[in-house]
């Protein structure tokens, strides 16, 4: 598609139950990353793929929370156990994966724990 | 983590230029300057990057200062579609992509 796409864009979800928050990021785009953004807040910084290197997992809050990216394209962020402090949005973005360019983001996730 | 001071908050009225000032003192040679928007309830949108030169594009104009430890932002023409939150951000040495979004500037643009 022209830009990411996230899916879904809203989920409510039971304190303790797993979730899983999709993003299909630009073709072509061999850089992606995943946000969250709380209430009012800034955006925090989750983890970072590039191509096939490891990724860059220093932002993840906890060990509940996990993400993929198969076949260098679709990722998934998994968060096990879900608190009430998990809620917010969960913004995936894309990039070239060259310095000079900036971020494409999606539309996020509303993720509330009730 | 970010290492980007903006304004809380500005006013600006319709039709006039905005200009949205960013410190980032500590940047180092080889690191950008970037500049976001979040309008409320989506994504950030990628709006303008500079190393050392001022920029324009059509969206806006950056400014960054000789020494760089400074930028500005100008919106030439603001409308009330250009309320939103501004993030100036710069690239984290080190790290080759990835950003920290500090806490931004929220622009009222206002009729």
């Known amino acids: 598609g022209a830009g990411v796409s996230q899916s879904p864009s809203n989920k409510v979800t039971e304190k303790g139950k797993d979730v899983e928050l999709r993003c299909d990021p630009i073709s072509g785009h061999t850089a992606l990353y995943w946000y969250r953004q709380s209430l009012g807040q800034g955006l925090e910084f989750l983890i970072y793929f590039q191509g096939n290197s490891a990724p860059d997992k220093s932002g993840l809050p906890s060990d509940r929370f996990s993400a993929e990216r198969t076949g260098g394209s679709v990722s998934t962020l998994t968060i096990q156990r879900t608190q009430q402090e998990d809620s917010a949005v969960y913004l995936c973005?894309?990039?070239?994966?060259?310095?000079?360019?900036?971020?494409?983001f999606g539309s996020g996730t509303r993720l509330t724990v009730v | 983590d970010a290492k980007t001071t903006q304004p809380p908050s500005m006013d600006c009225a319709e039709g006039r230029a905005a200009n949205l000032p960013c410190n980032h003192s500590?940047?180092?040679?080889?690191?950008?300057v970037y500049w976001y928007r979040q309008i409320h309830s989506q994504g950030p949108q990628y709006i303008i990057h500079?190393?050392?030169n001022n920029e324009t594009n059509e969206m806006a104009s950056l400014i960054i200062t000789e020494d760089r430890k400074s930028s500005t932002l100008i919106l030439p023409h603001a409308t009330l579609r250009d309320t939103a939150v501004y993030y100036c951000i710069v690239r984290v040495g080190g790290n080759f992509n990835k950003f920290y979004f500090g806490s931004g500037t929220k622009l009222n643009v206002k009729p």
């Open positions: 973005a894309s990039s070239p994966g060259q310095v000079a360019y900036g971020y494409t």
């Open positions: 500079g190393l050392k």
């Open positions: 500590t940047i180092s040679g080889n690191e950008y």
